[in-house]
């Protein structure tokens, strides 16, 4: 059985699933959804992935700036129930030669709709959101931080602060690529999310509460300080991420830059402003 362990392991999440993950403070209840890119830059509605859930991913460049003293992570996505697919990968940093050095960021279906971050170096550790903290009704805005000096990762759910958990190891950041939606290098573990991904970013410090909300909504101002990726995925169309005016980063949908079966599909639903 899987299990969703607290970083450190002072608990395991599989055995606490009727009284939540972790016990921490829960968030206010979820706040309206936020829109991804206002106005749409590339597109004239604004655009966003939608993966199979089978193989589709994207492969992003490597990222310089992820060693430094926090990481902060954001997107919206909406995911599918789907039967065949438990564990969702949002954005995943991987070695093509193993889980050393990684951290993964995806959804647990399987227990809960939680959020989950894993932490990957000589050994890994997990740390997760409250259980069925994630809706599978239309889109969600998901960030988690990690101070890599305090070791302290924190997770937001629609802007609102989740929980916080302690670990214990505080993997490197070198430069590697990141796989949005899924890492084919891995065969079965490659967790490919099922749904529609849209904006995602990367910044190279930890967000404060009061960023991560503006971050989770429409026309309020986000910080640029330390900004490494913003794909707005509203291309709508090619098979290429990040060449939308403003974007930071670049990727490529699927196995090249031909049209392949790990191609995640184009699609026009997007966030609501609002
Ligand atoms: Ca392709």
Same mark, same amino acid.
């Given at each position: 059985m899987d299990k969703c362990t607290h970083f450190g392991a002072f608990l395991l999440c599989w055995a606490l699933l009727n009284q939540g993950c972790d016990g921490f403070f829960q968030g206010p /209840? *979820? &706040? $309206?959804?936020?829109? +991804?890119? !206002?106005?749409?830059?590339?597109?004239?509605?604004? *655009?966003?992935?939608?993966? /199979?859930? &089978?193989?589709?991913?994207?492969?992003? $460049?490597?990222v310089s700036g992820l060693d430094g003293d926090g990481i902060t992570v954001d997107a919206w996505l909406r995911p599918l129930p789907s *039967?065949? &697919?438990?564990?969702?990968?949002?954005? *995943?940093?991987? +070695?093509?030669?193993?889980h050393a050095d990684s951290f993964t960021f995806r959804l647990r279906a399987d227990m809960g709709r939680r959020l989950e971050l894993g932490l990957a170096n000589l050994q890994g550790e997990w740390g997760c959101t409250s259980m069925g903290a994630l809706s599978w009704d239309g889109w969600s805005h998901v960030a988690f931080t990690h101070d890599r000096l305090s070791r302290t990762v924190?997770?937001?759910?629609?802007?609102?602060?989740?929980?916080?958990?302690?670990?214990?190891?505080? !993997?490197?950041?070198?430069?590697? !690529?990141?796989?949005? %939606?899924g890492d084919p290098l891995h065969g079965p573990t490659a967790r490919p999310f099922h749904g529609w991904l849209d904006q995602v970013r990367v910044w190279g410090r930890v967000l404060d509460p009061s960023e991560v909300l503006s971050a989770s909504r429409t026309g309020a101002p986000v910080s640029q300080?330390?900004?490494? &990726?913003?794909?707005?995925?509203?291309?709508?169309?090619?098979?290429?991420?990040?060449?939308?005016?403003?974007?930071? %980063?670049?990727?490529?949908?699927g196995n090249?830059?031909? $049209?392949? $079966?790990?191609?995640?599909?184009? +699609?026009d639903d997007a966030p609501s402003p609002w």
């Open positions: /209840d *979820a &706040v $309206e959804h936020g829109v +991804s890119s !206002p106005g749409g830059t590339c597109g004239a509605t604004g *655009a966003s992935l939608l993966l /199979d859930g &089978v193989d589709d991913f994207v492969r992003l $460049e490597p *039967a065949h &697919v438990q564990k969702h990968d949002i954005l *995943a940093r991987r +070695s093509p030669a193993g924190t997770f937001y759910l629609d802007g609102q602060w989740d929980s916080q958990h302690q670990a214990t190891i505080s !993997p490197g950041m070198g430069d590697l !690529p990141l796989w949005l %939606g300080e330390a900004l490494l &990726v913003r794909l707005s995925l509203d291309e709508g169309s090619g098979q290429r991420v990040g060449s939308c005016p403003g974007d930071l %980063g670049a990727g490529v949908l090249g830059t031909g $049209e392949d $079966e790990s191609d995640p599909r184009w +699609s």
